[in-house]
């Protein structure tokens, strides 16, 4: 199993069901030509074994410095963005490079991990010496016939595995766009991405990227509004376009929210628009149950769908302190929820395929969330990370159907809770696989079953023969699963 | 996680008495109440405890909690034997 961090990836043994890394390949190292050096594993165990609780900006920033030195905060965005081919090949993002990582032998595994494809600097690589000043990749996949697919900050690219930029086909996005997210792509090569004010489909047709509407492709204006505070990039959607409906499913839409300071849920027909509809088939805003409304309801994290159920998650804080405003992603990240308020608020939507309108499911404005929510179909839950007092860091699954609170994880104040916007899974035997700030973390859950009673009775003291006491019992399940293996 | 029922509870003064024939969820909770008539030989000694305990069962194991003690007193009325 591959693992790939912020500054490395890992090839990790399985057997025995134990986690073991028998190789690593420092990627940023060697992206970066030695300006972001390697990071000796004690100083990741310094951090995960320490809590933001009672720092502050200064301080934390202090301690990220010590640590992972100066330029900290420029390592988080590497490696975020990866896949694997069928050929077991992974490709990510690191520097302004993206490379593809083999095994050197795939019999044995331990003899490392070899970089067997580059594109270096590969913004000047595909769109030459005189791209645009501070254009960044921001996102990675892959064409159902084989192709890498690149998000630029200004554009799409496709290149072919062996990432030889004479391969590459770019398609420019106008220059008032930008794009701050990665791409999603249906089974006929139908590629979604959405830039500041344009969702767009684009089509691979097997030898170019087409925006001809003869093709199937199409834009859409959707509402931007401007950068909110708290690290957001970008005024528009902080949203990977979501994919709703397959197969013989009624409906094919793709789903964002947009840049409204109070964003809506918003669905685009994906193929032909029905009669009598346009091309975005329903919005409706979230309110993830603040009354009154906060000022700023936004997120940066793709909208969950599950069959015609869609999940979103606010992640901007209420009151956002001076302290943290203007700094860096890092910054906030770590200090948000343990050290100054973090951003609370999910809801849950449902798509109607007879009125082609959303309705509001549930919302929840009392827990917290700092993760890329997830959705446990096994367990019918919506799962979130977030930070929330006494308990600490935490994770919360959330009822689908009724968002009542149906798992909790409780993980406390060190920093390895925090899941810095990382993807969780549950794997098969029940355990939890949580990418945290400081790398992936599997939970293994022991039952801990407990049962409390509480016993009592009248407190007066006057009685007689033939009064009667009445004991009152409360029987009370207070068993837990306990954590084990972190 | 699930607690199975039945819930019971079992006491030095009533013996066991099921108190719920389902199972508990996490958090949830299940009221009982015993009466007991108070007797003469209550009052000279002063009180009446009762020590409690439940059981569940998880995984086809039992799960017992542990015991809890509610005492009643008897302090009066008082006679006063000294009149001024």
């Known amino acids: 199993m591959w693992g790939v961090g912020t500054d490395r990836v890992s090839y990790i043994n399985k057997a025995d069901n134990k986690w073991t890394a028998v190789a690593k390949y420092e990627a940023l190292a060697d992206a970066s030509k030695g300006s972001f050096p390697a990071i000796p594993d004690e100083n990741f165990s310094i951090f995960s074994e320490s809590s933001a609780v009672g720092m502050n900006a200064s301080s934390m920033d202090s301690f990220l410095k010590n640590l992972f030195g100066k330029n900290y905060s420029d390592r988080l965005l590497n490696g975020i963005y990866s896949l694997v081919d069928k050929d077991n090949v992974l490709y990510a993002n690191y520097n302004a490079s993206i490379f593809a990582f083999a095994l050197n032998d795939s019999n044995e595994p331990s003899k490392g991990i070899i970089k067997r494809y580059a594109l270096e600097d590969a913004v000047t690589a595909i769109h030459g010496t005189n791209h645009q000043a501070n254009t960044t990749i921001s996102g990675l996949s892959m064409t159902y016939d084989g192709h890498i697919v690149i998000t630029f900050s200004n554009g799409v690219a496709v290149i072919d595995r062996d990432l030889n930029a004479s391969s590459a086909f770019f398609y420019p996005f106008g220059d008032d766009e930008l794009v701050t997210n990665s791409l999603s792509i249906d089974e006929n090569n139908g590629i979604y991405v959405a830039s500041n004010t344009l969702m767009r489909k684009l089509v691979w047709t097997g030898t170019t990227l087409s925006d001809k509407s003869v093709d199937g492709a199409w834009s859409c204006p959707y509402t931007h509004s401007v950068v909110p505070p708290g690290g957001k990039r970008g005024n528009g959607t902080g949203t990977t376009p979501a994919l709703m409906g397959f197969g013989n499913d009624p409906d094919k839409l793709v789903v964002i929210t947009d840049g409204a300071k109070q964003m809506n849920l918003v669905a685009f027909w994906r193929d032909n628009i029905p009669t009598g509809s346009q091309r975005i088939a329903g919005q409706i805003p979230v309110t993830c149950g603040f009354s009154p409304l906060h000022e700023w309801i936004q997120t940066d994290s793709s909208v969950i769908v599950y069959g015609y159920g869609a999940f979103v998650a606010n992640e901007v804080p209420e009151i956002i302190s001076p302290d943290l405003e203007g700094q860096s992603l890092m910054l906030n990240l770590t200090l948000m929820g343990p050290a100054y308020p973090g951003p609370y608020g999910v809801e849950r939507f449902q798509w109607n395929t007879s009125t082609h309108q959303w309705s509001s499911v549930w919302a929840r404005s009392d827990v917290e969330t700092d993760s890329v929510p997830i959705h446990s179909q096994s367990g019918n839950m919506a799962l979130i990370g977030g930070y929330r007092s006494p308990y600490g860091w935490e994770v919360l699954g959330l009822d689908w159907d009724t968002g009542k609170t149906v798992h909790h994880t409780i993980f406390g104040d060190k920093n390895f809770g925090n899941i810095g916007f990382a993807l969780m899974e549950y794997l098969k035997n029940g355990d939890l696989v949580c990418n945290s700030i400081v790398g992936p973390i599997r939970i293994h859950y022991k039952p801990h079953p407990r049962l409390k009673i509480e016993n009592s009775v009248d407190p007066k003291t006057y009685f007689k023969v033939g009064d009667l006491l009445d004991y009152d019992y409360t029987v009370t399940n207070t068993g837990m699963w306990i954590l084990q293996g972190l | ?84």
Request: hydrophobic share 35%.
């Open chain 2, 1 to 84: 996680m699930d607690i199975a029922g039945p819930i019971t509870v079992e006491d030095n003064l009533f013996g066991s008495k099921q108190i719920s024939p389902n199972g508990l969820a996490p958090g949830q909770s299940v009221k009982g109440t015993d009466s007991h008539l108070v007797t003469l030989p209550d009052i000279y000694a002063g009180f009446k405890s009762n020590s409690a305990h439940a059981t569940g069962s998880f995984a086809n194991k039992e799960v017992t909690s542990d015991s809890d003690t509610a005492t009643a007193g008897f302090f009066g009325p008082t006679i006063n034997l000294y009149p001024a």
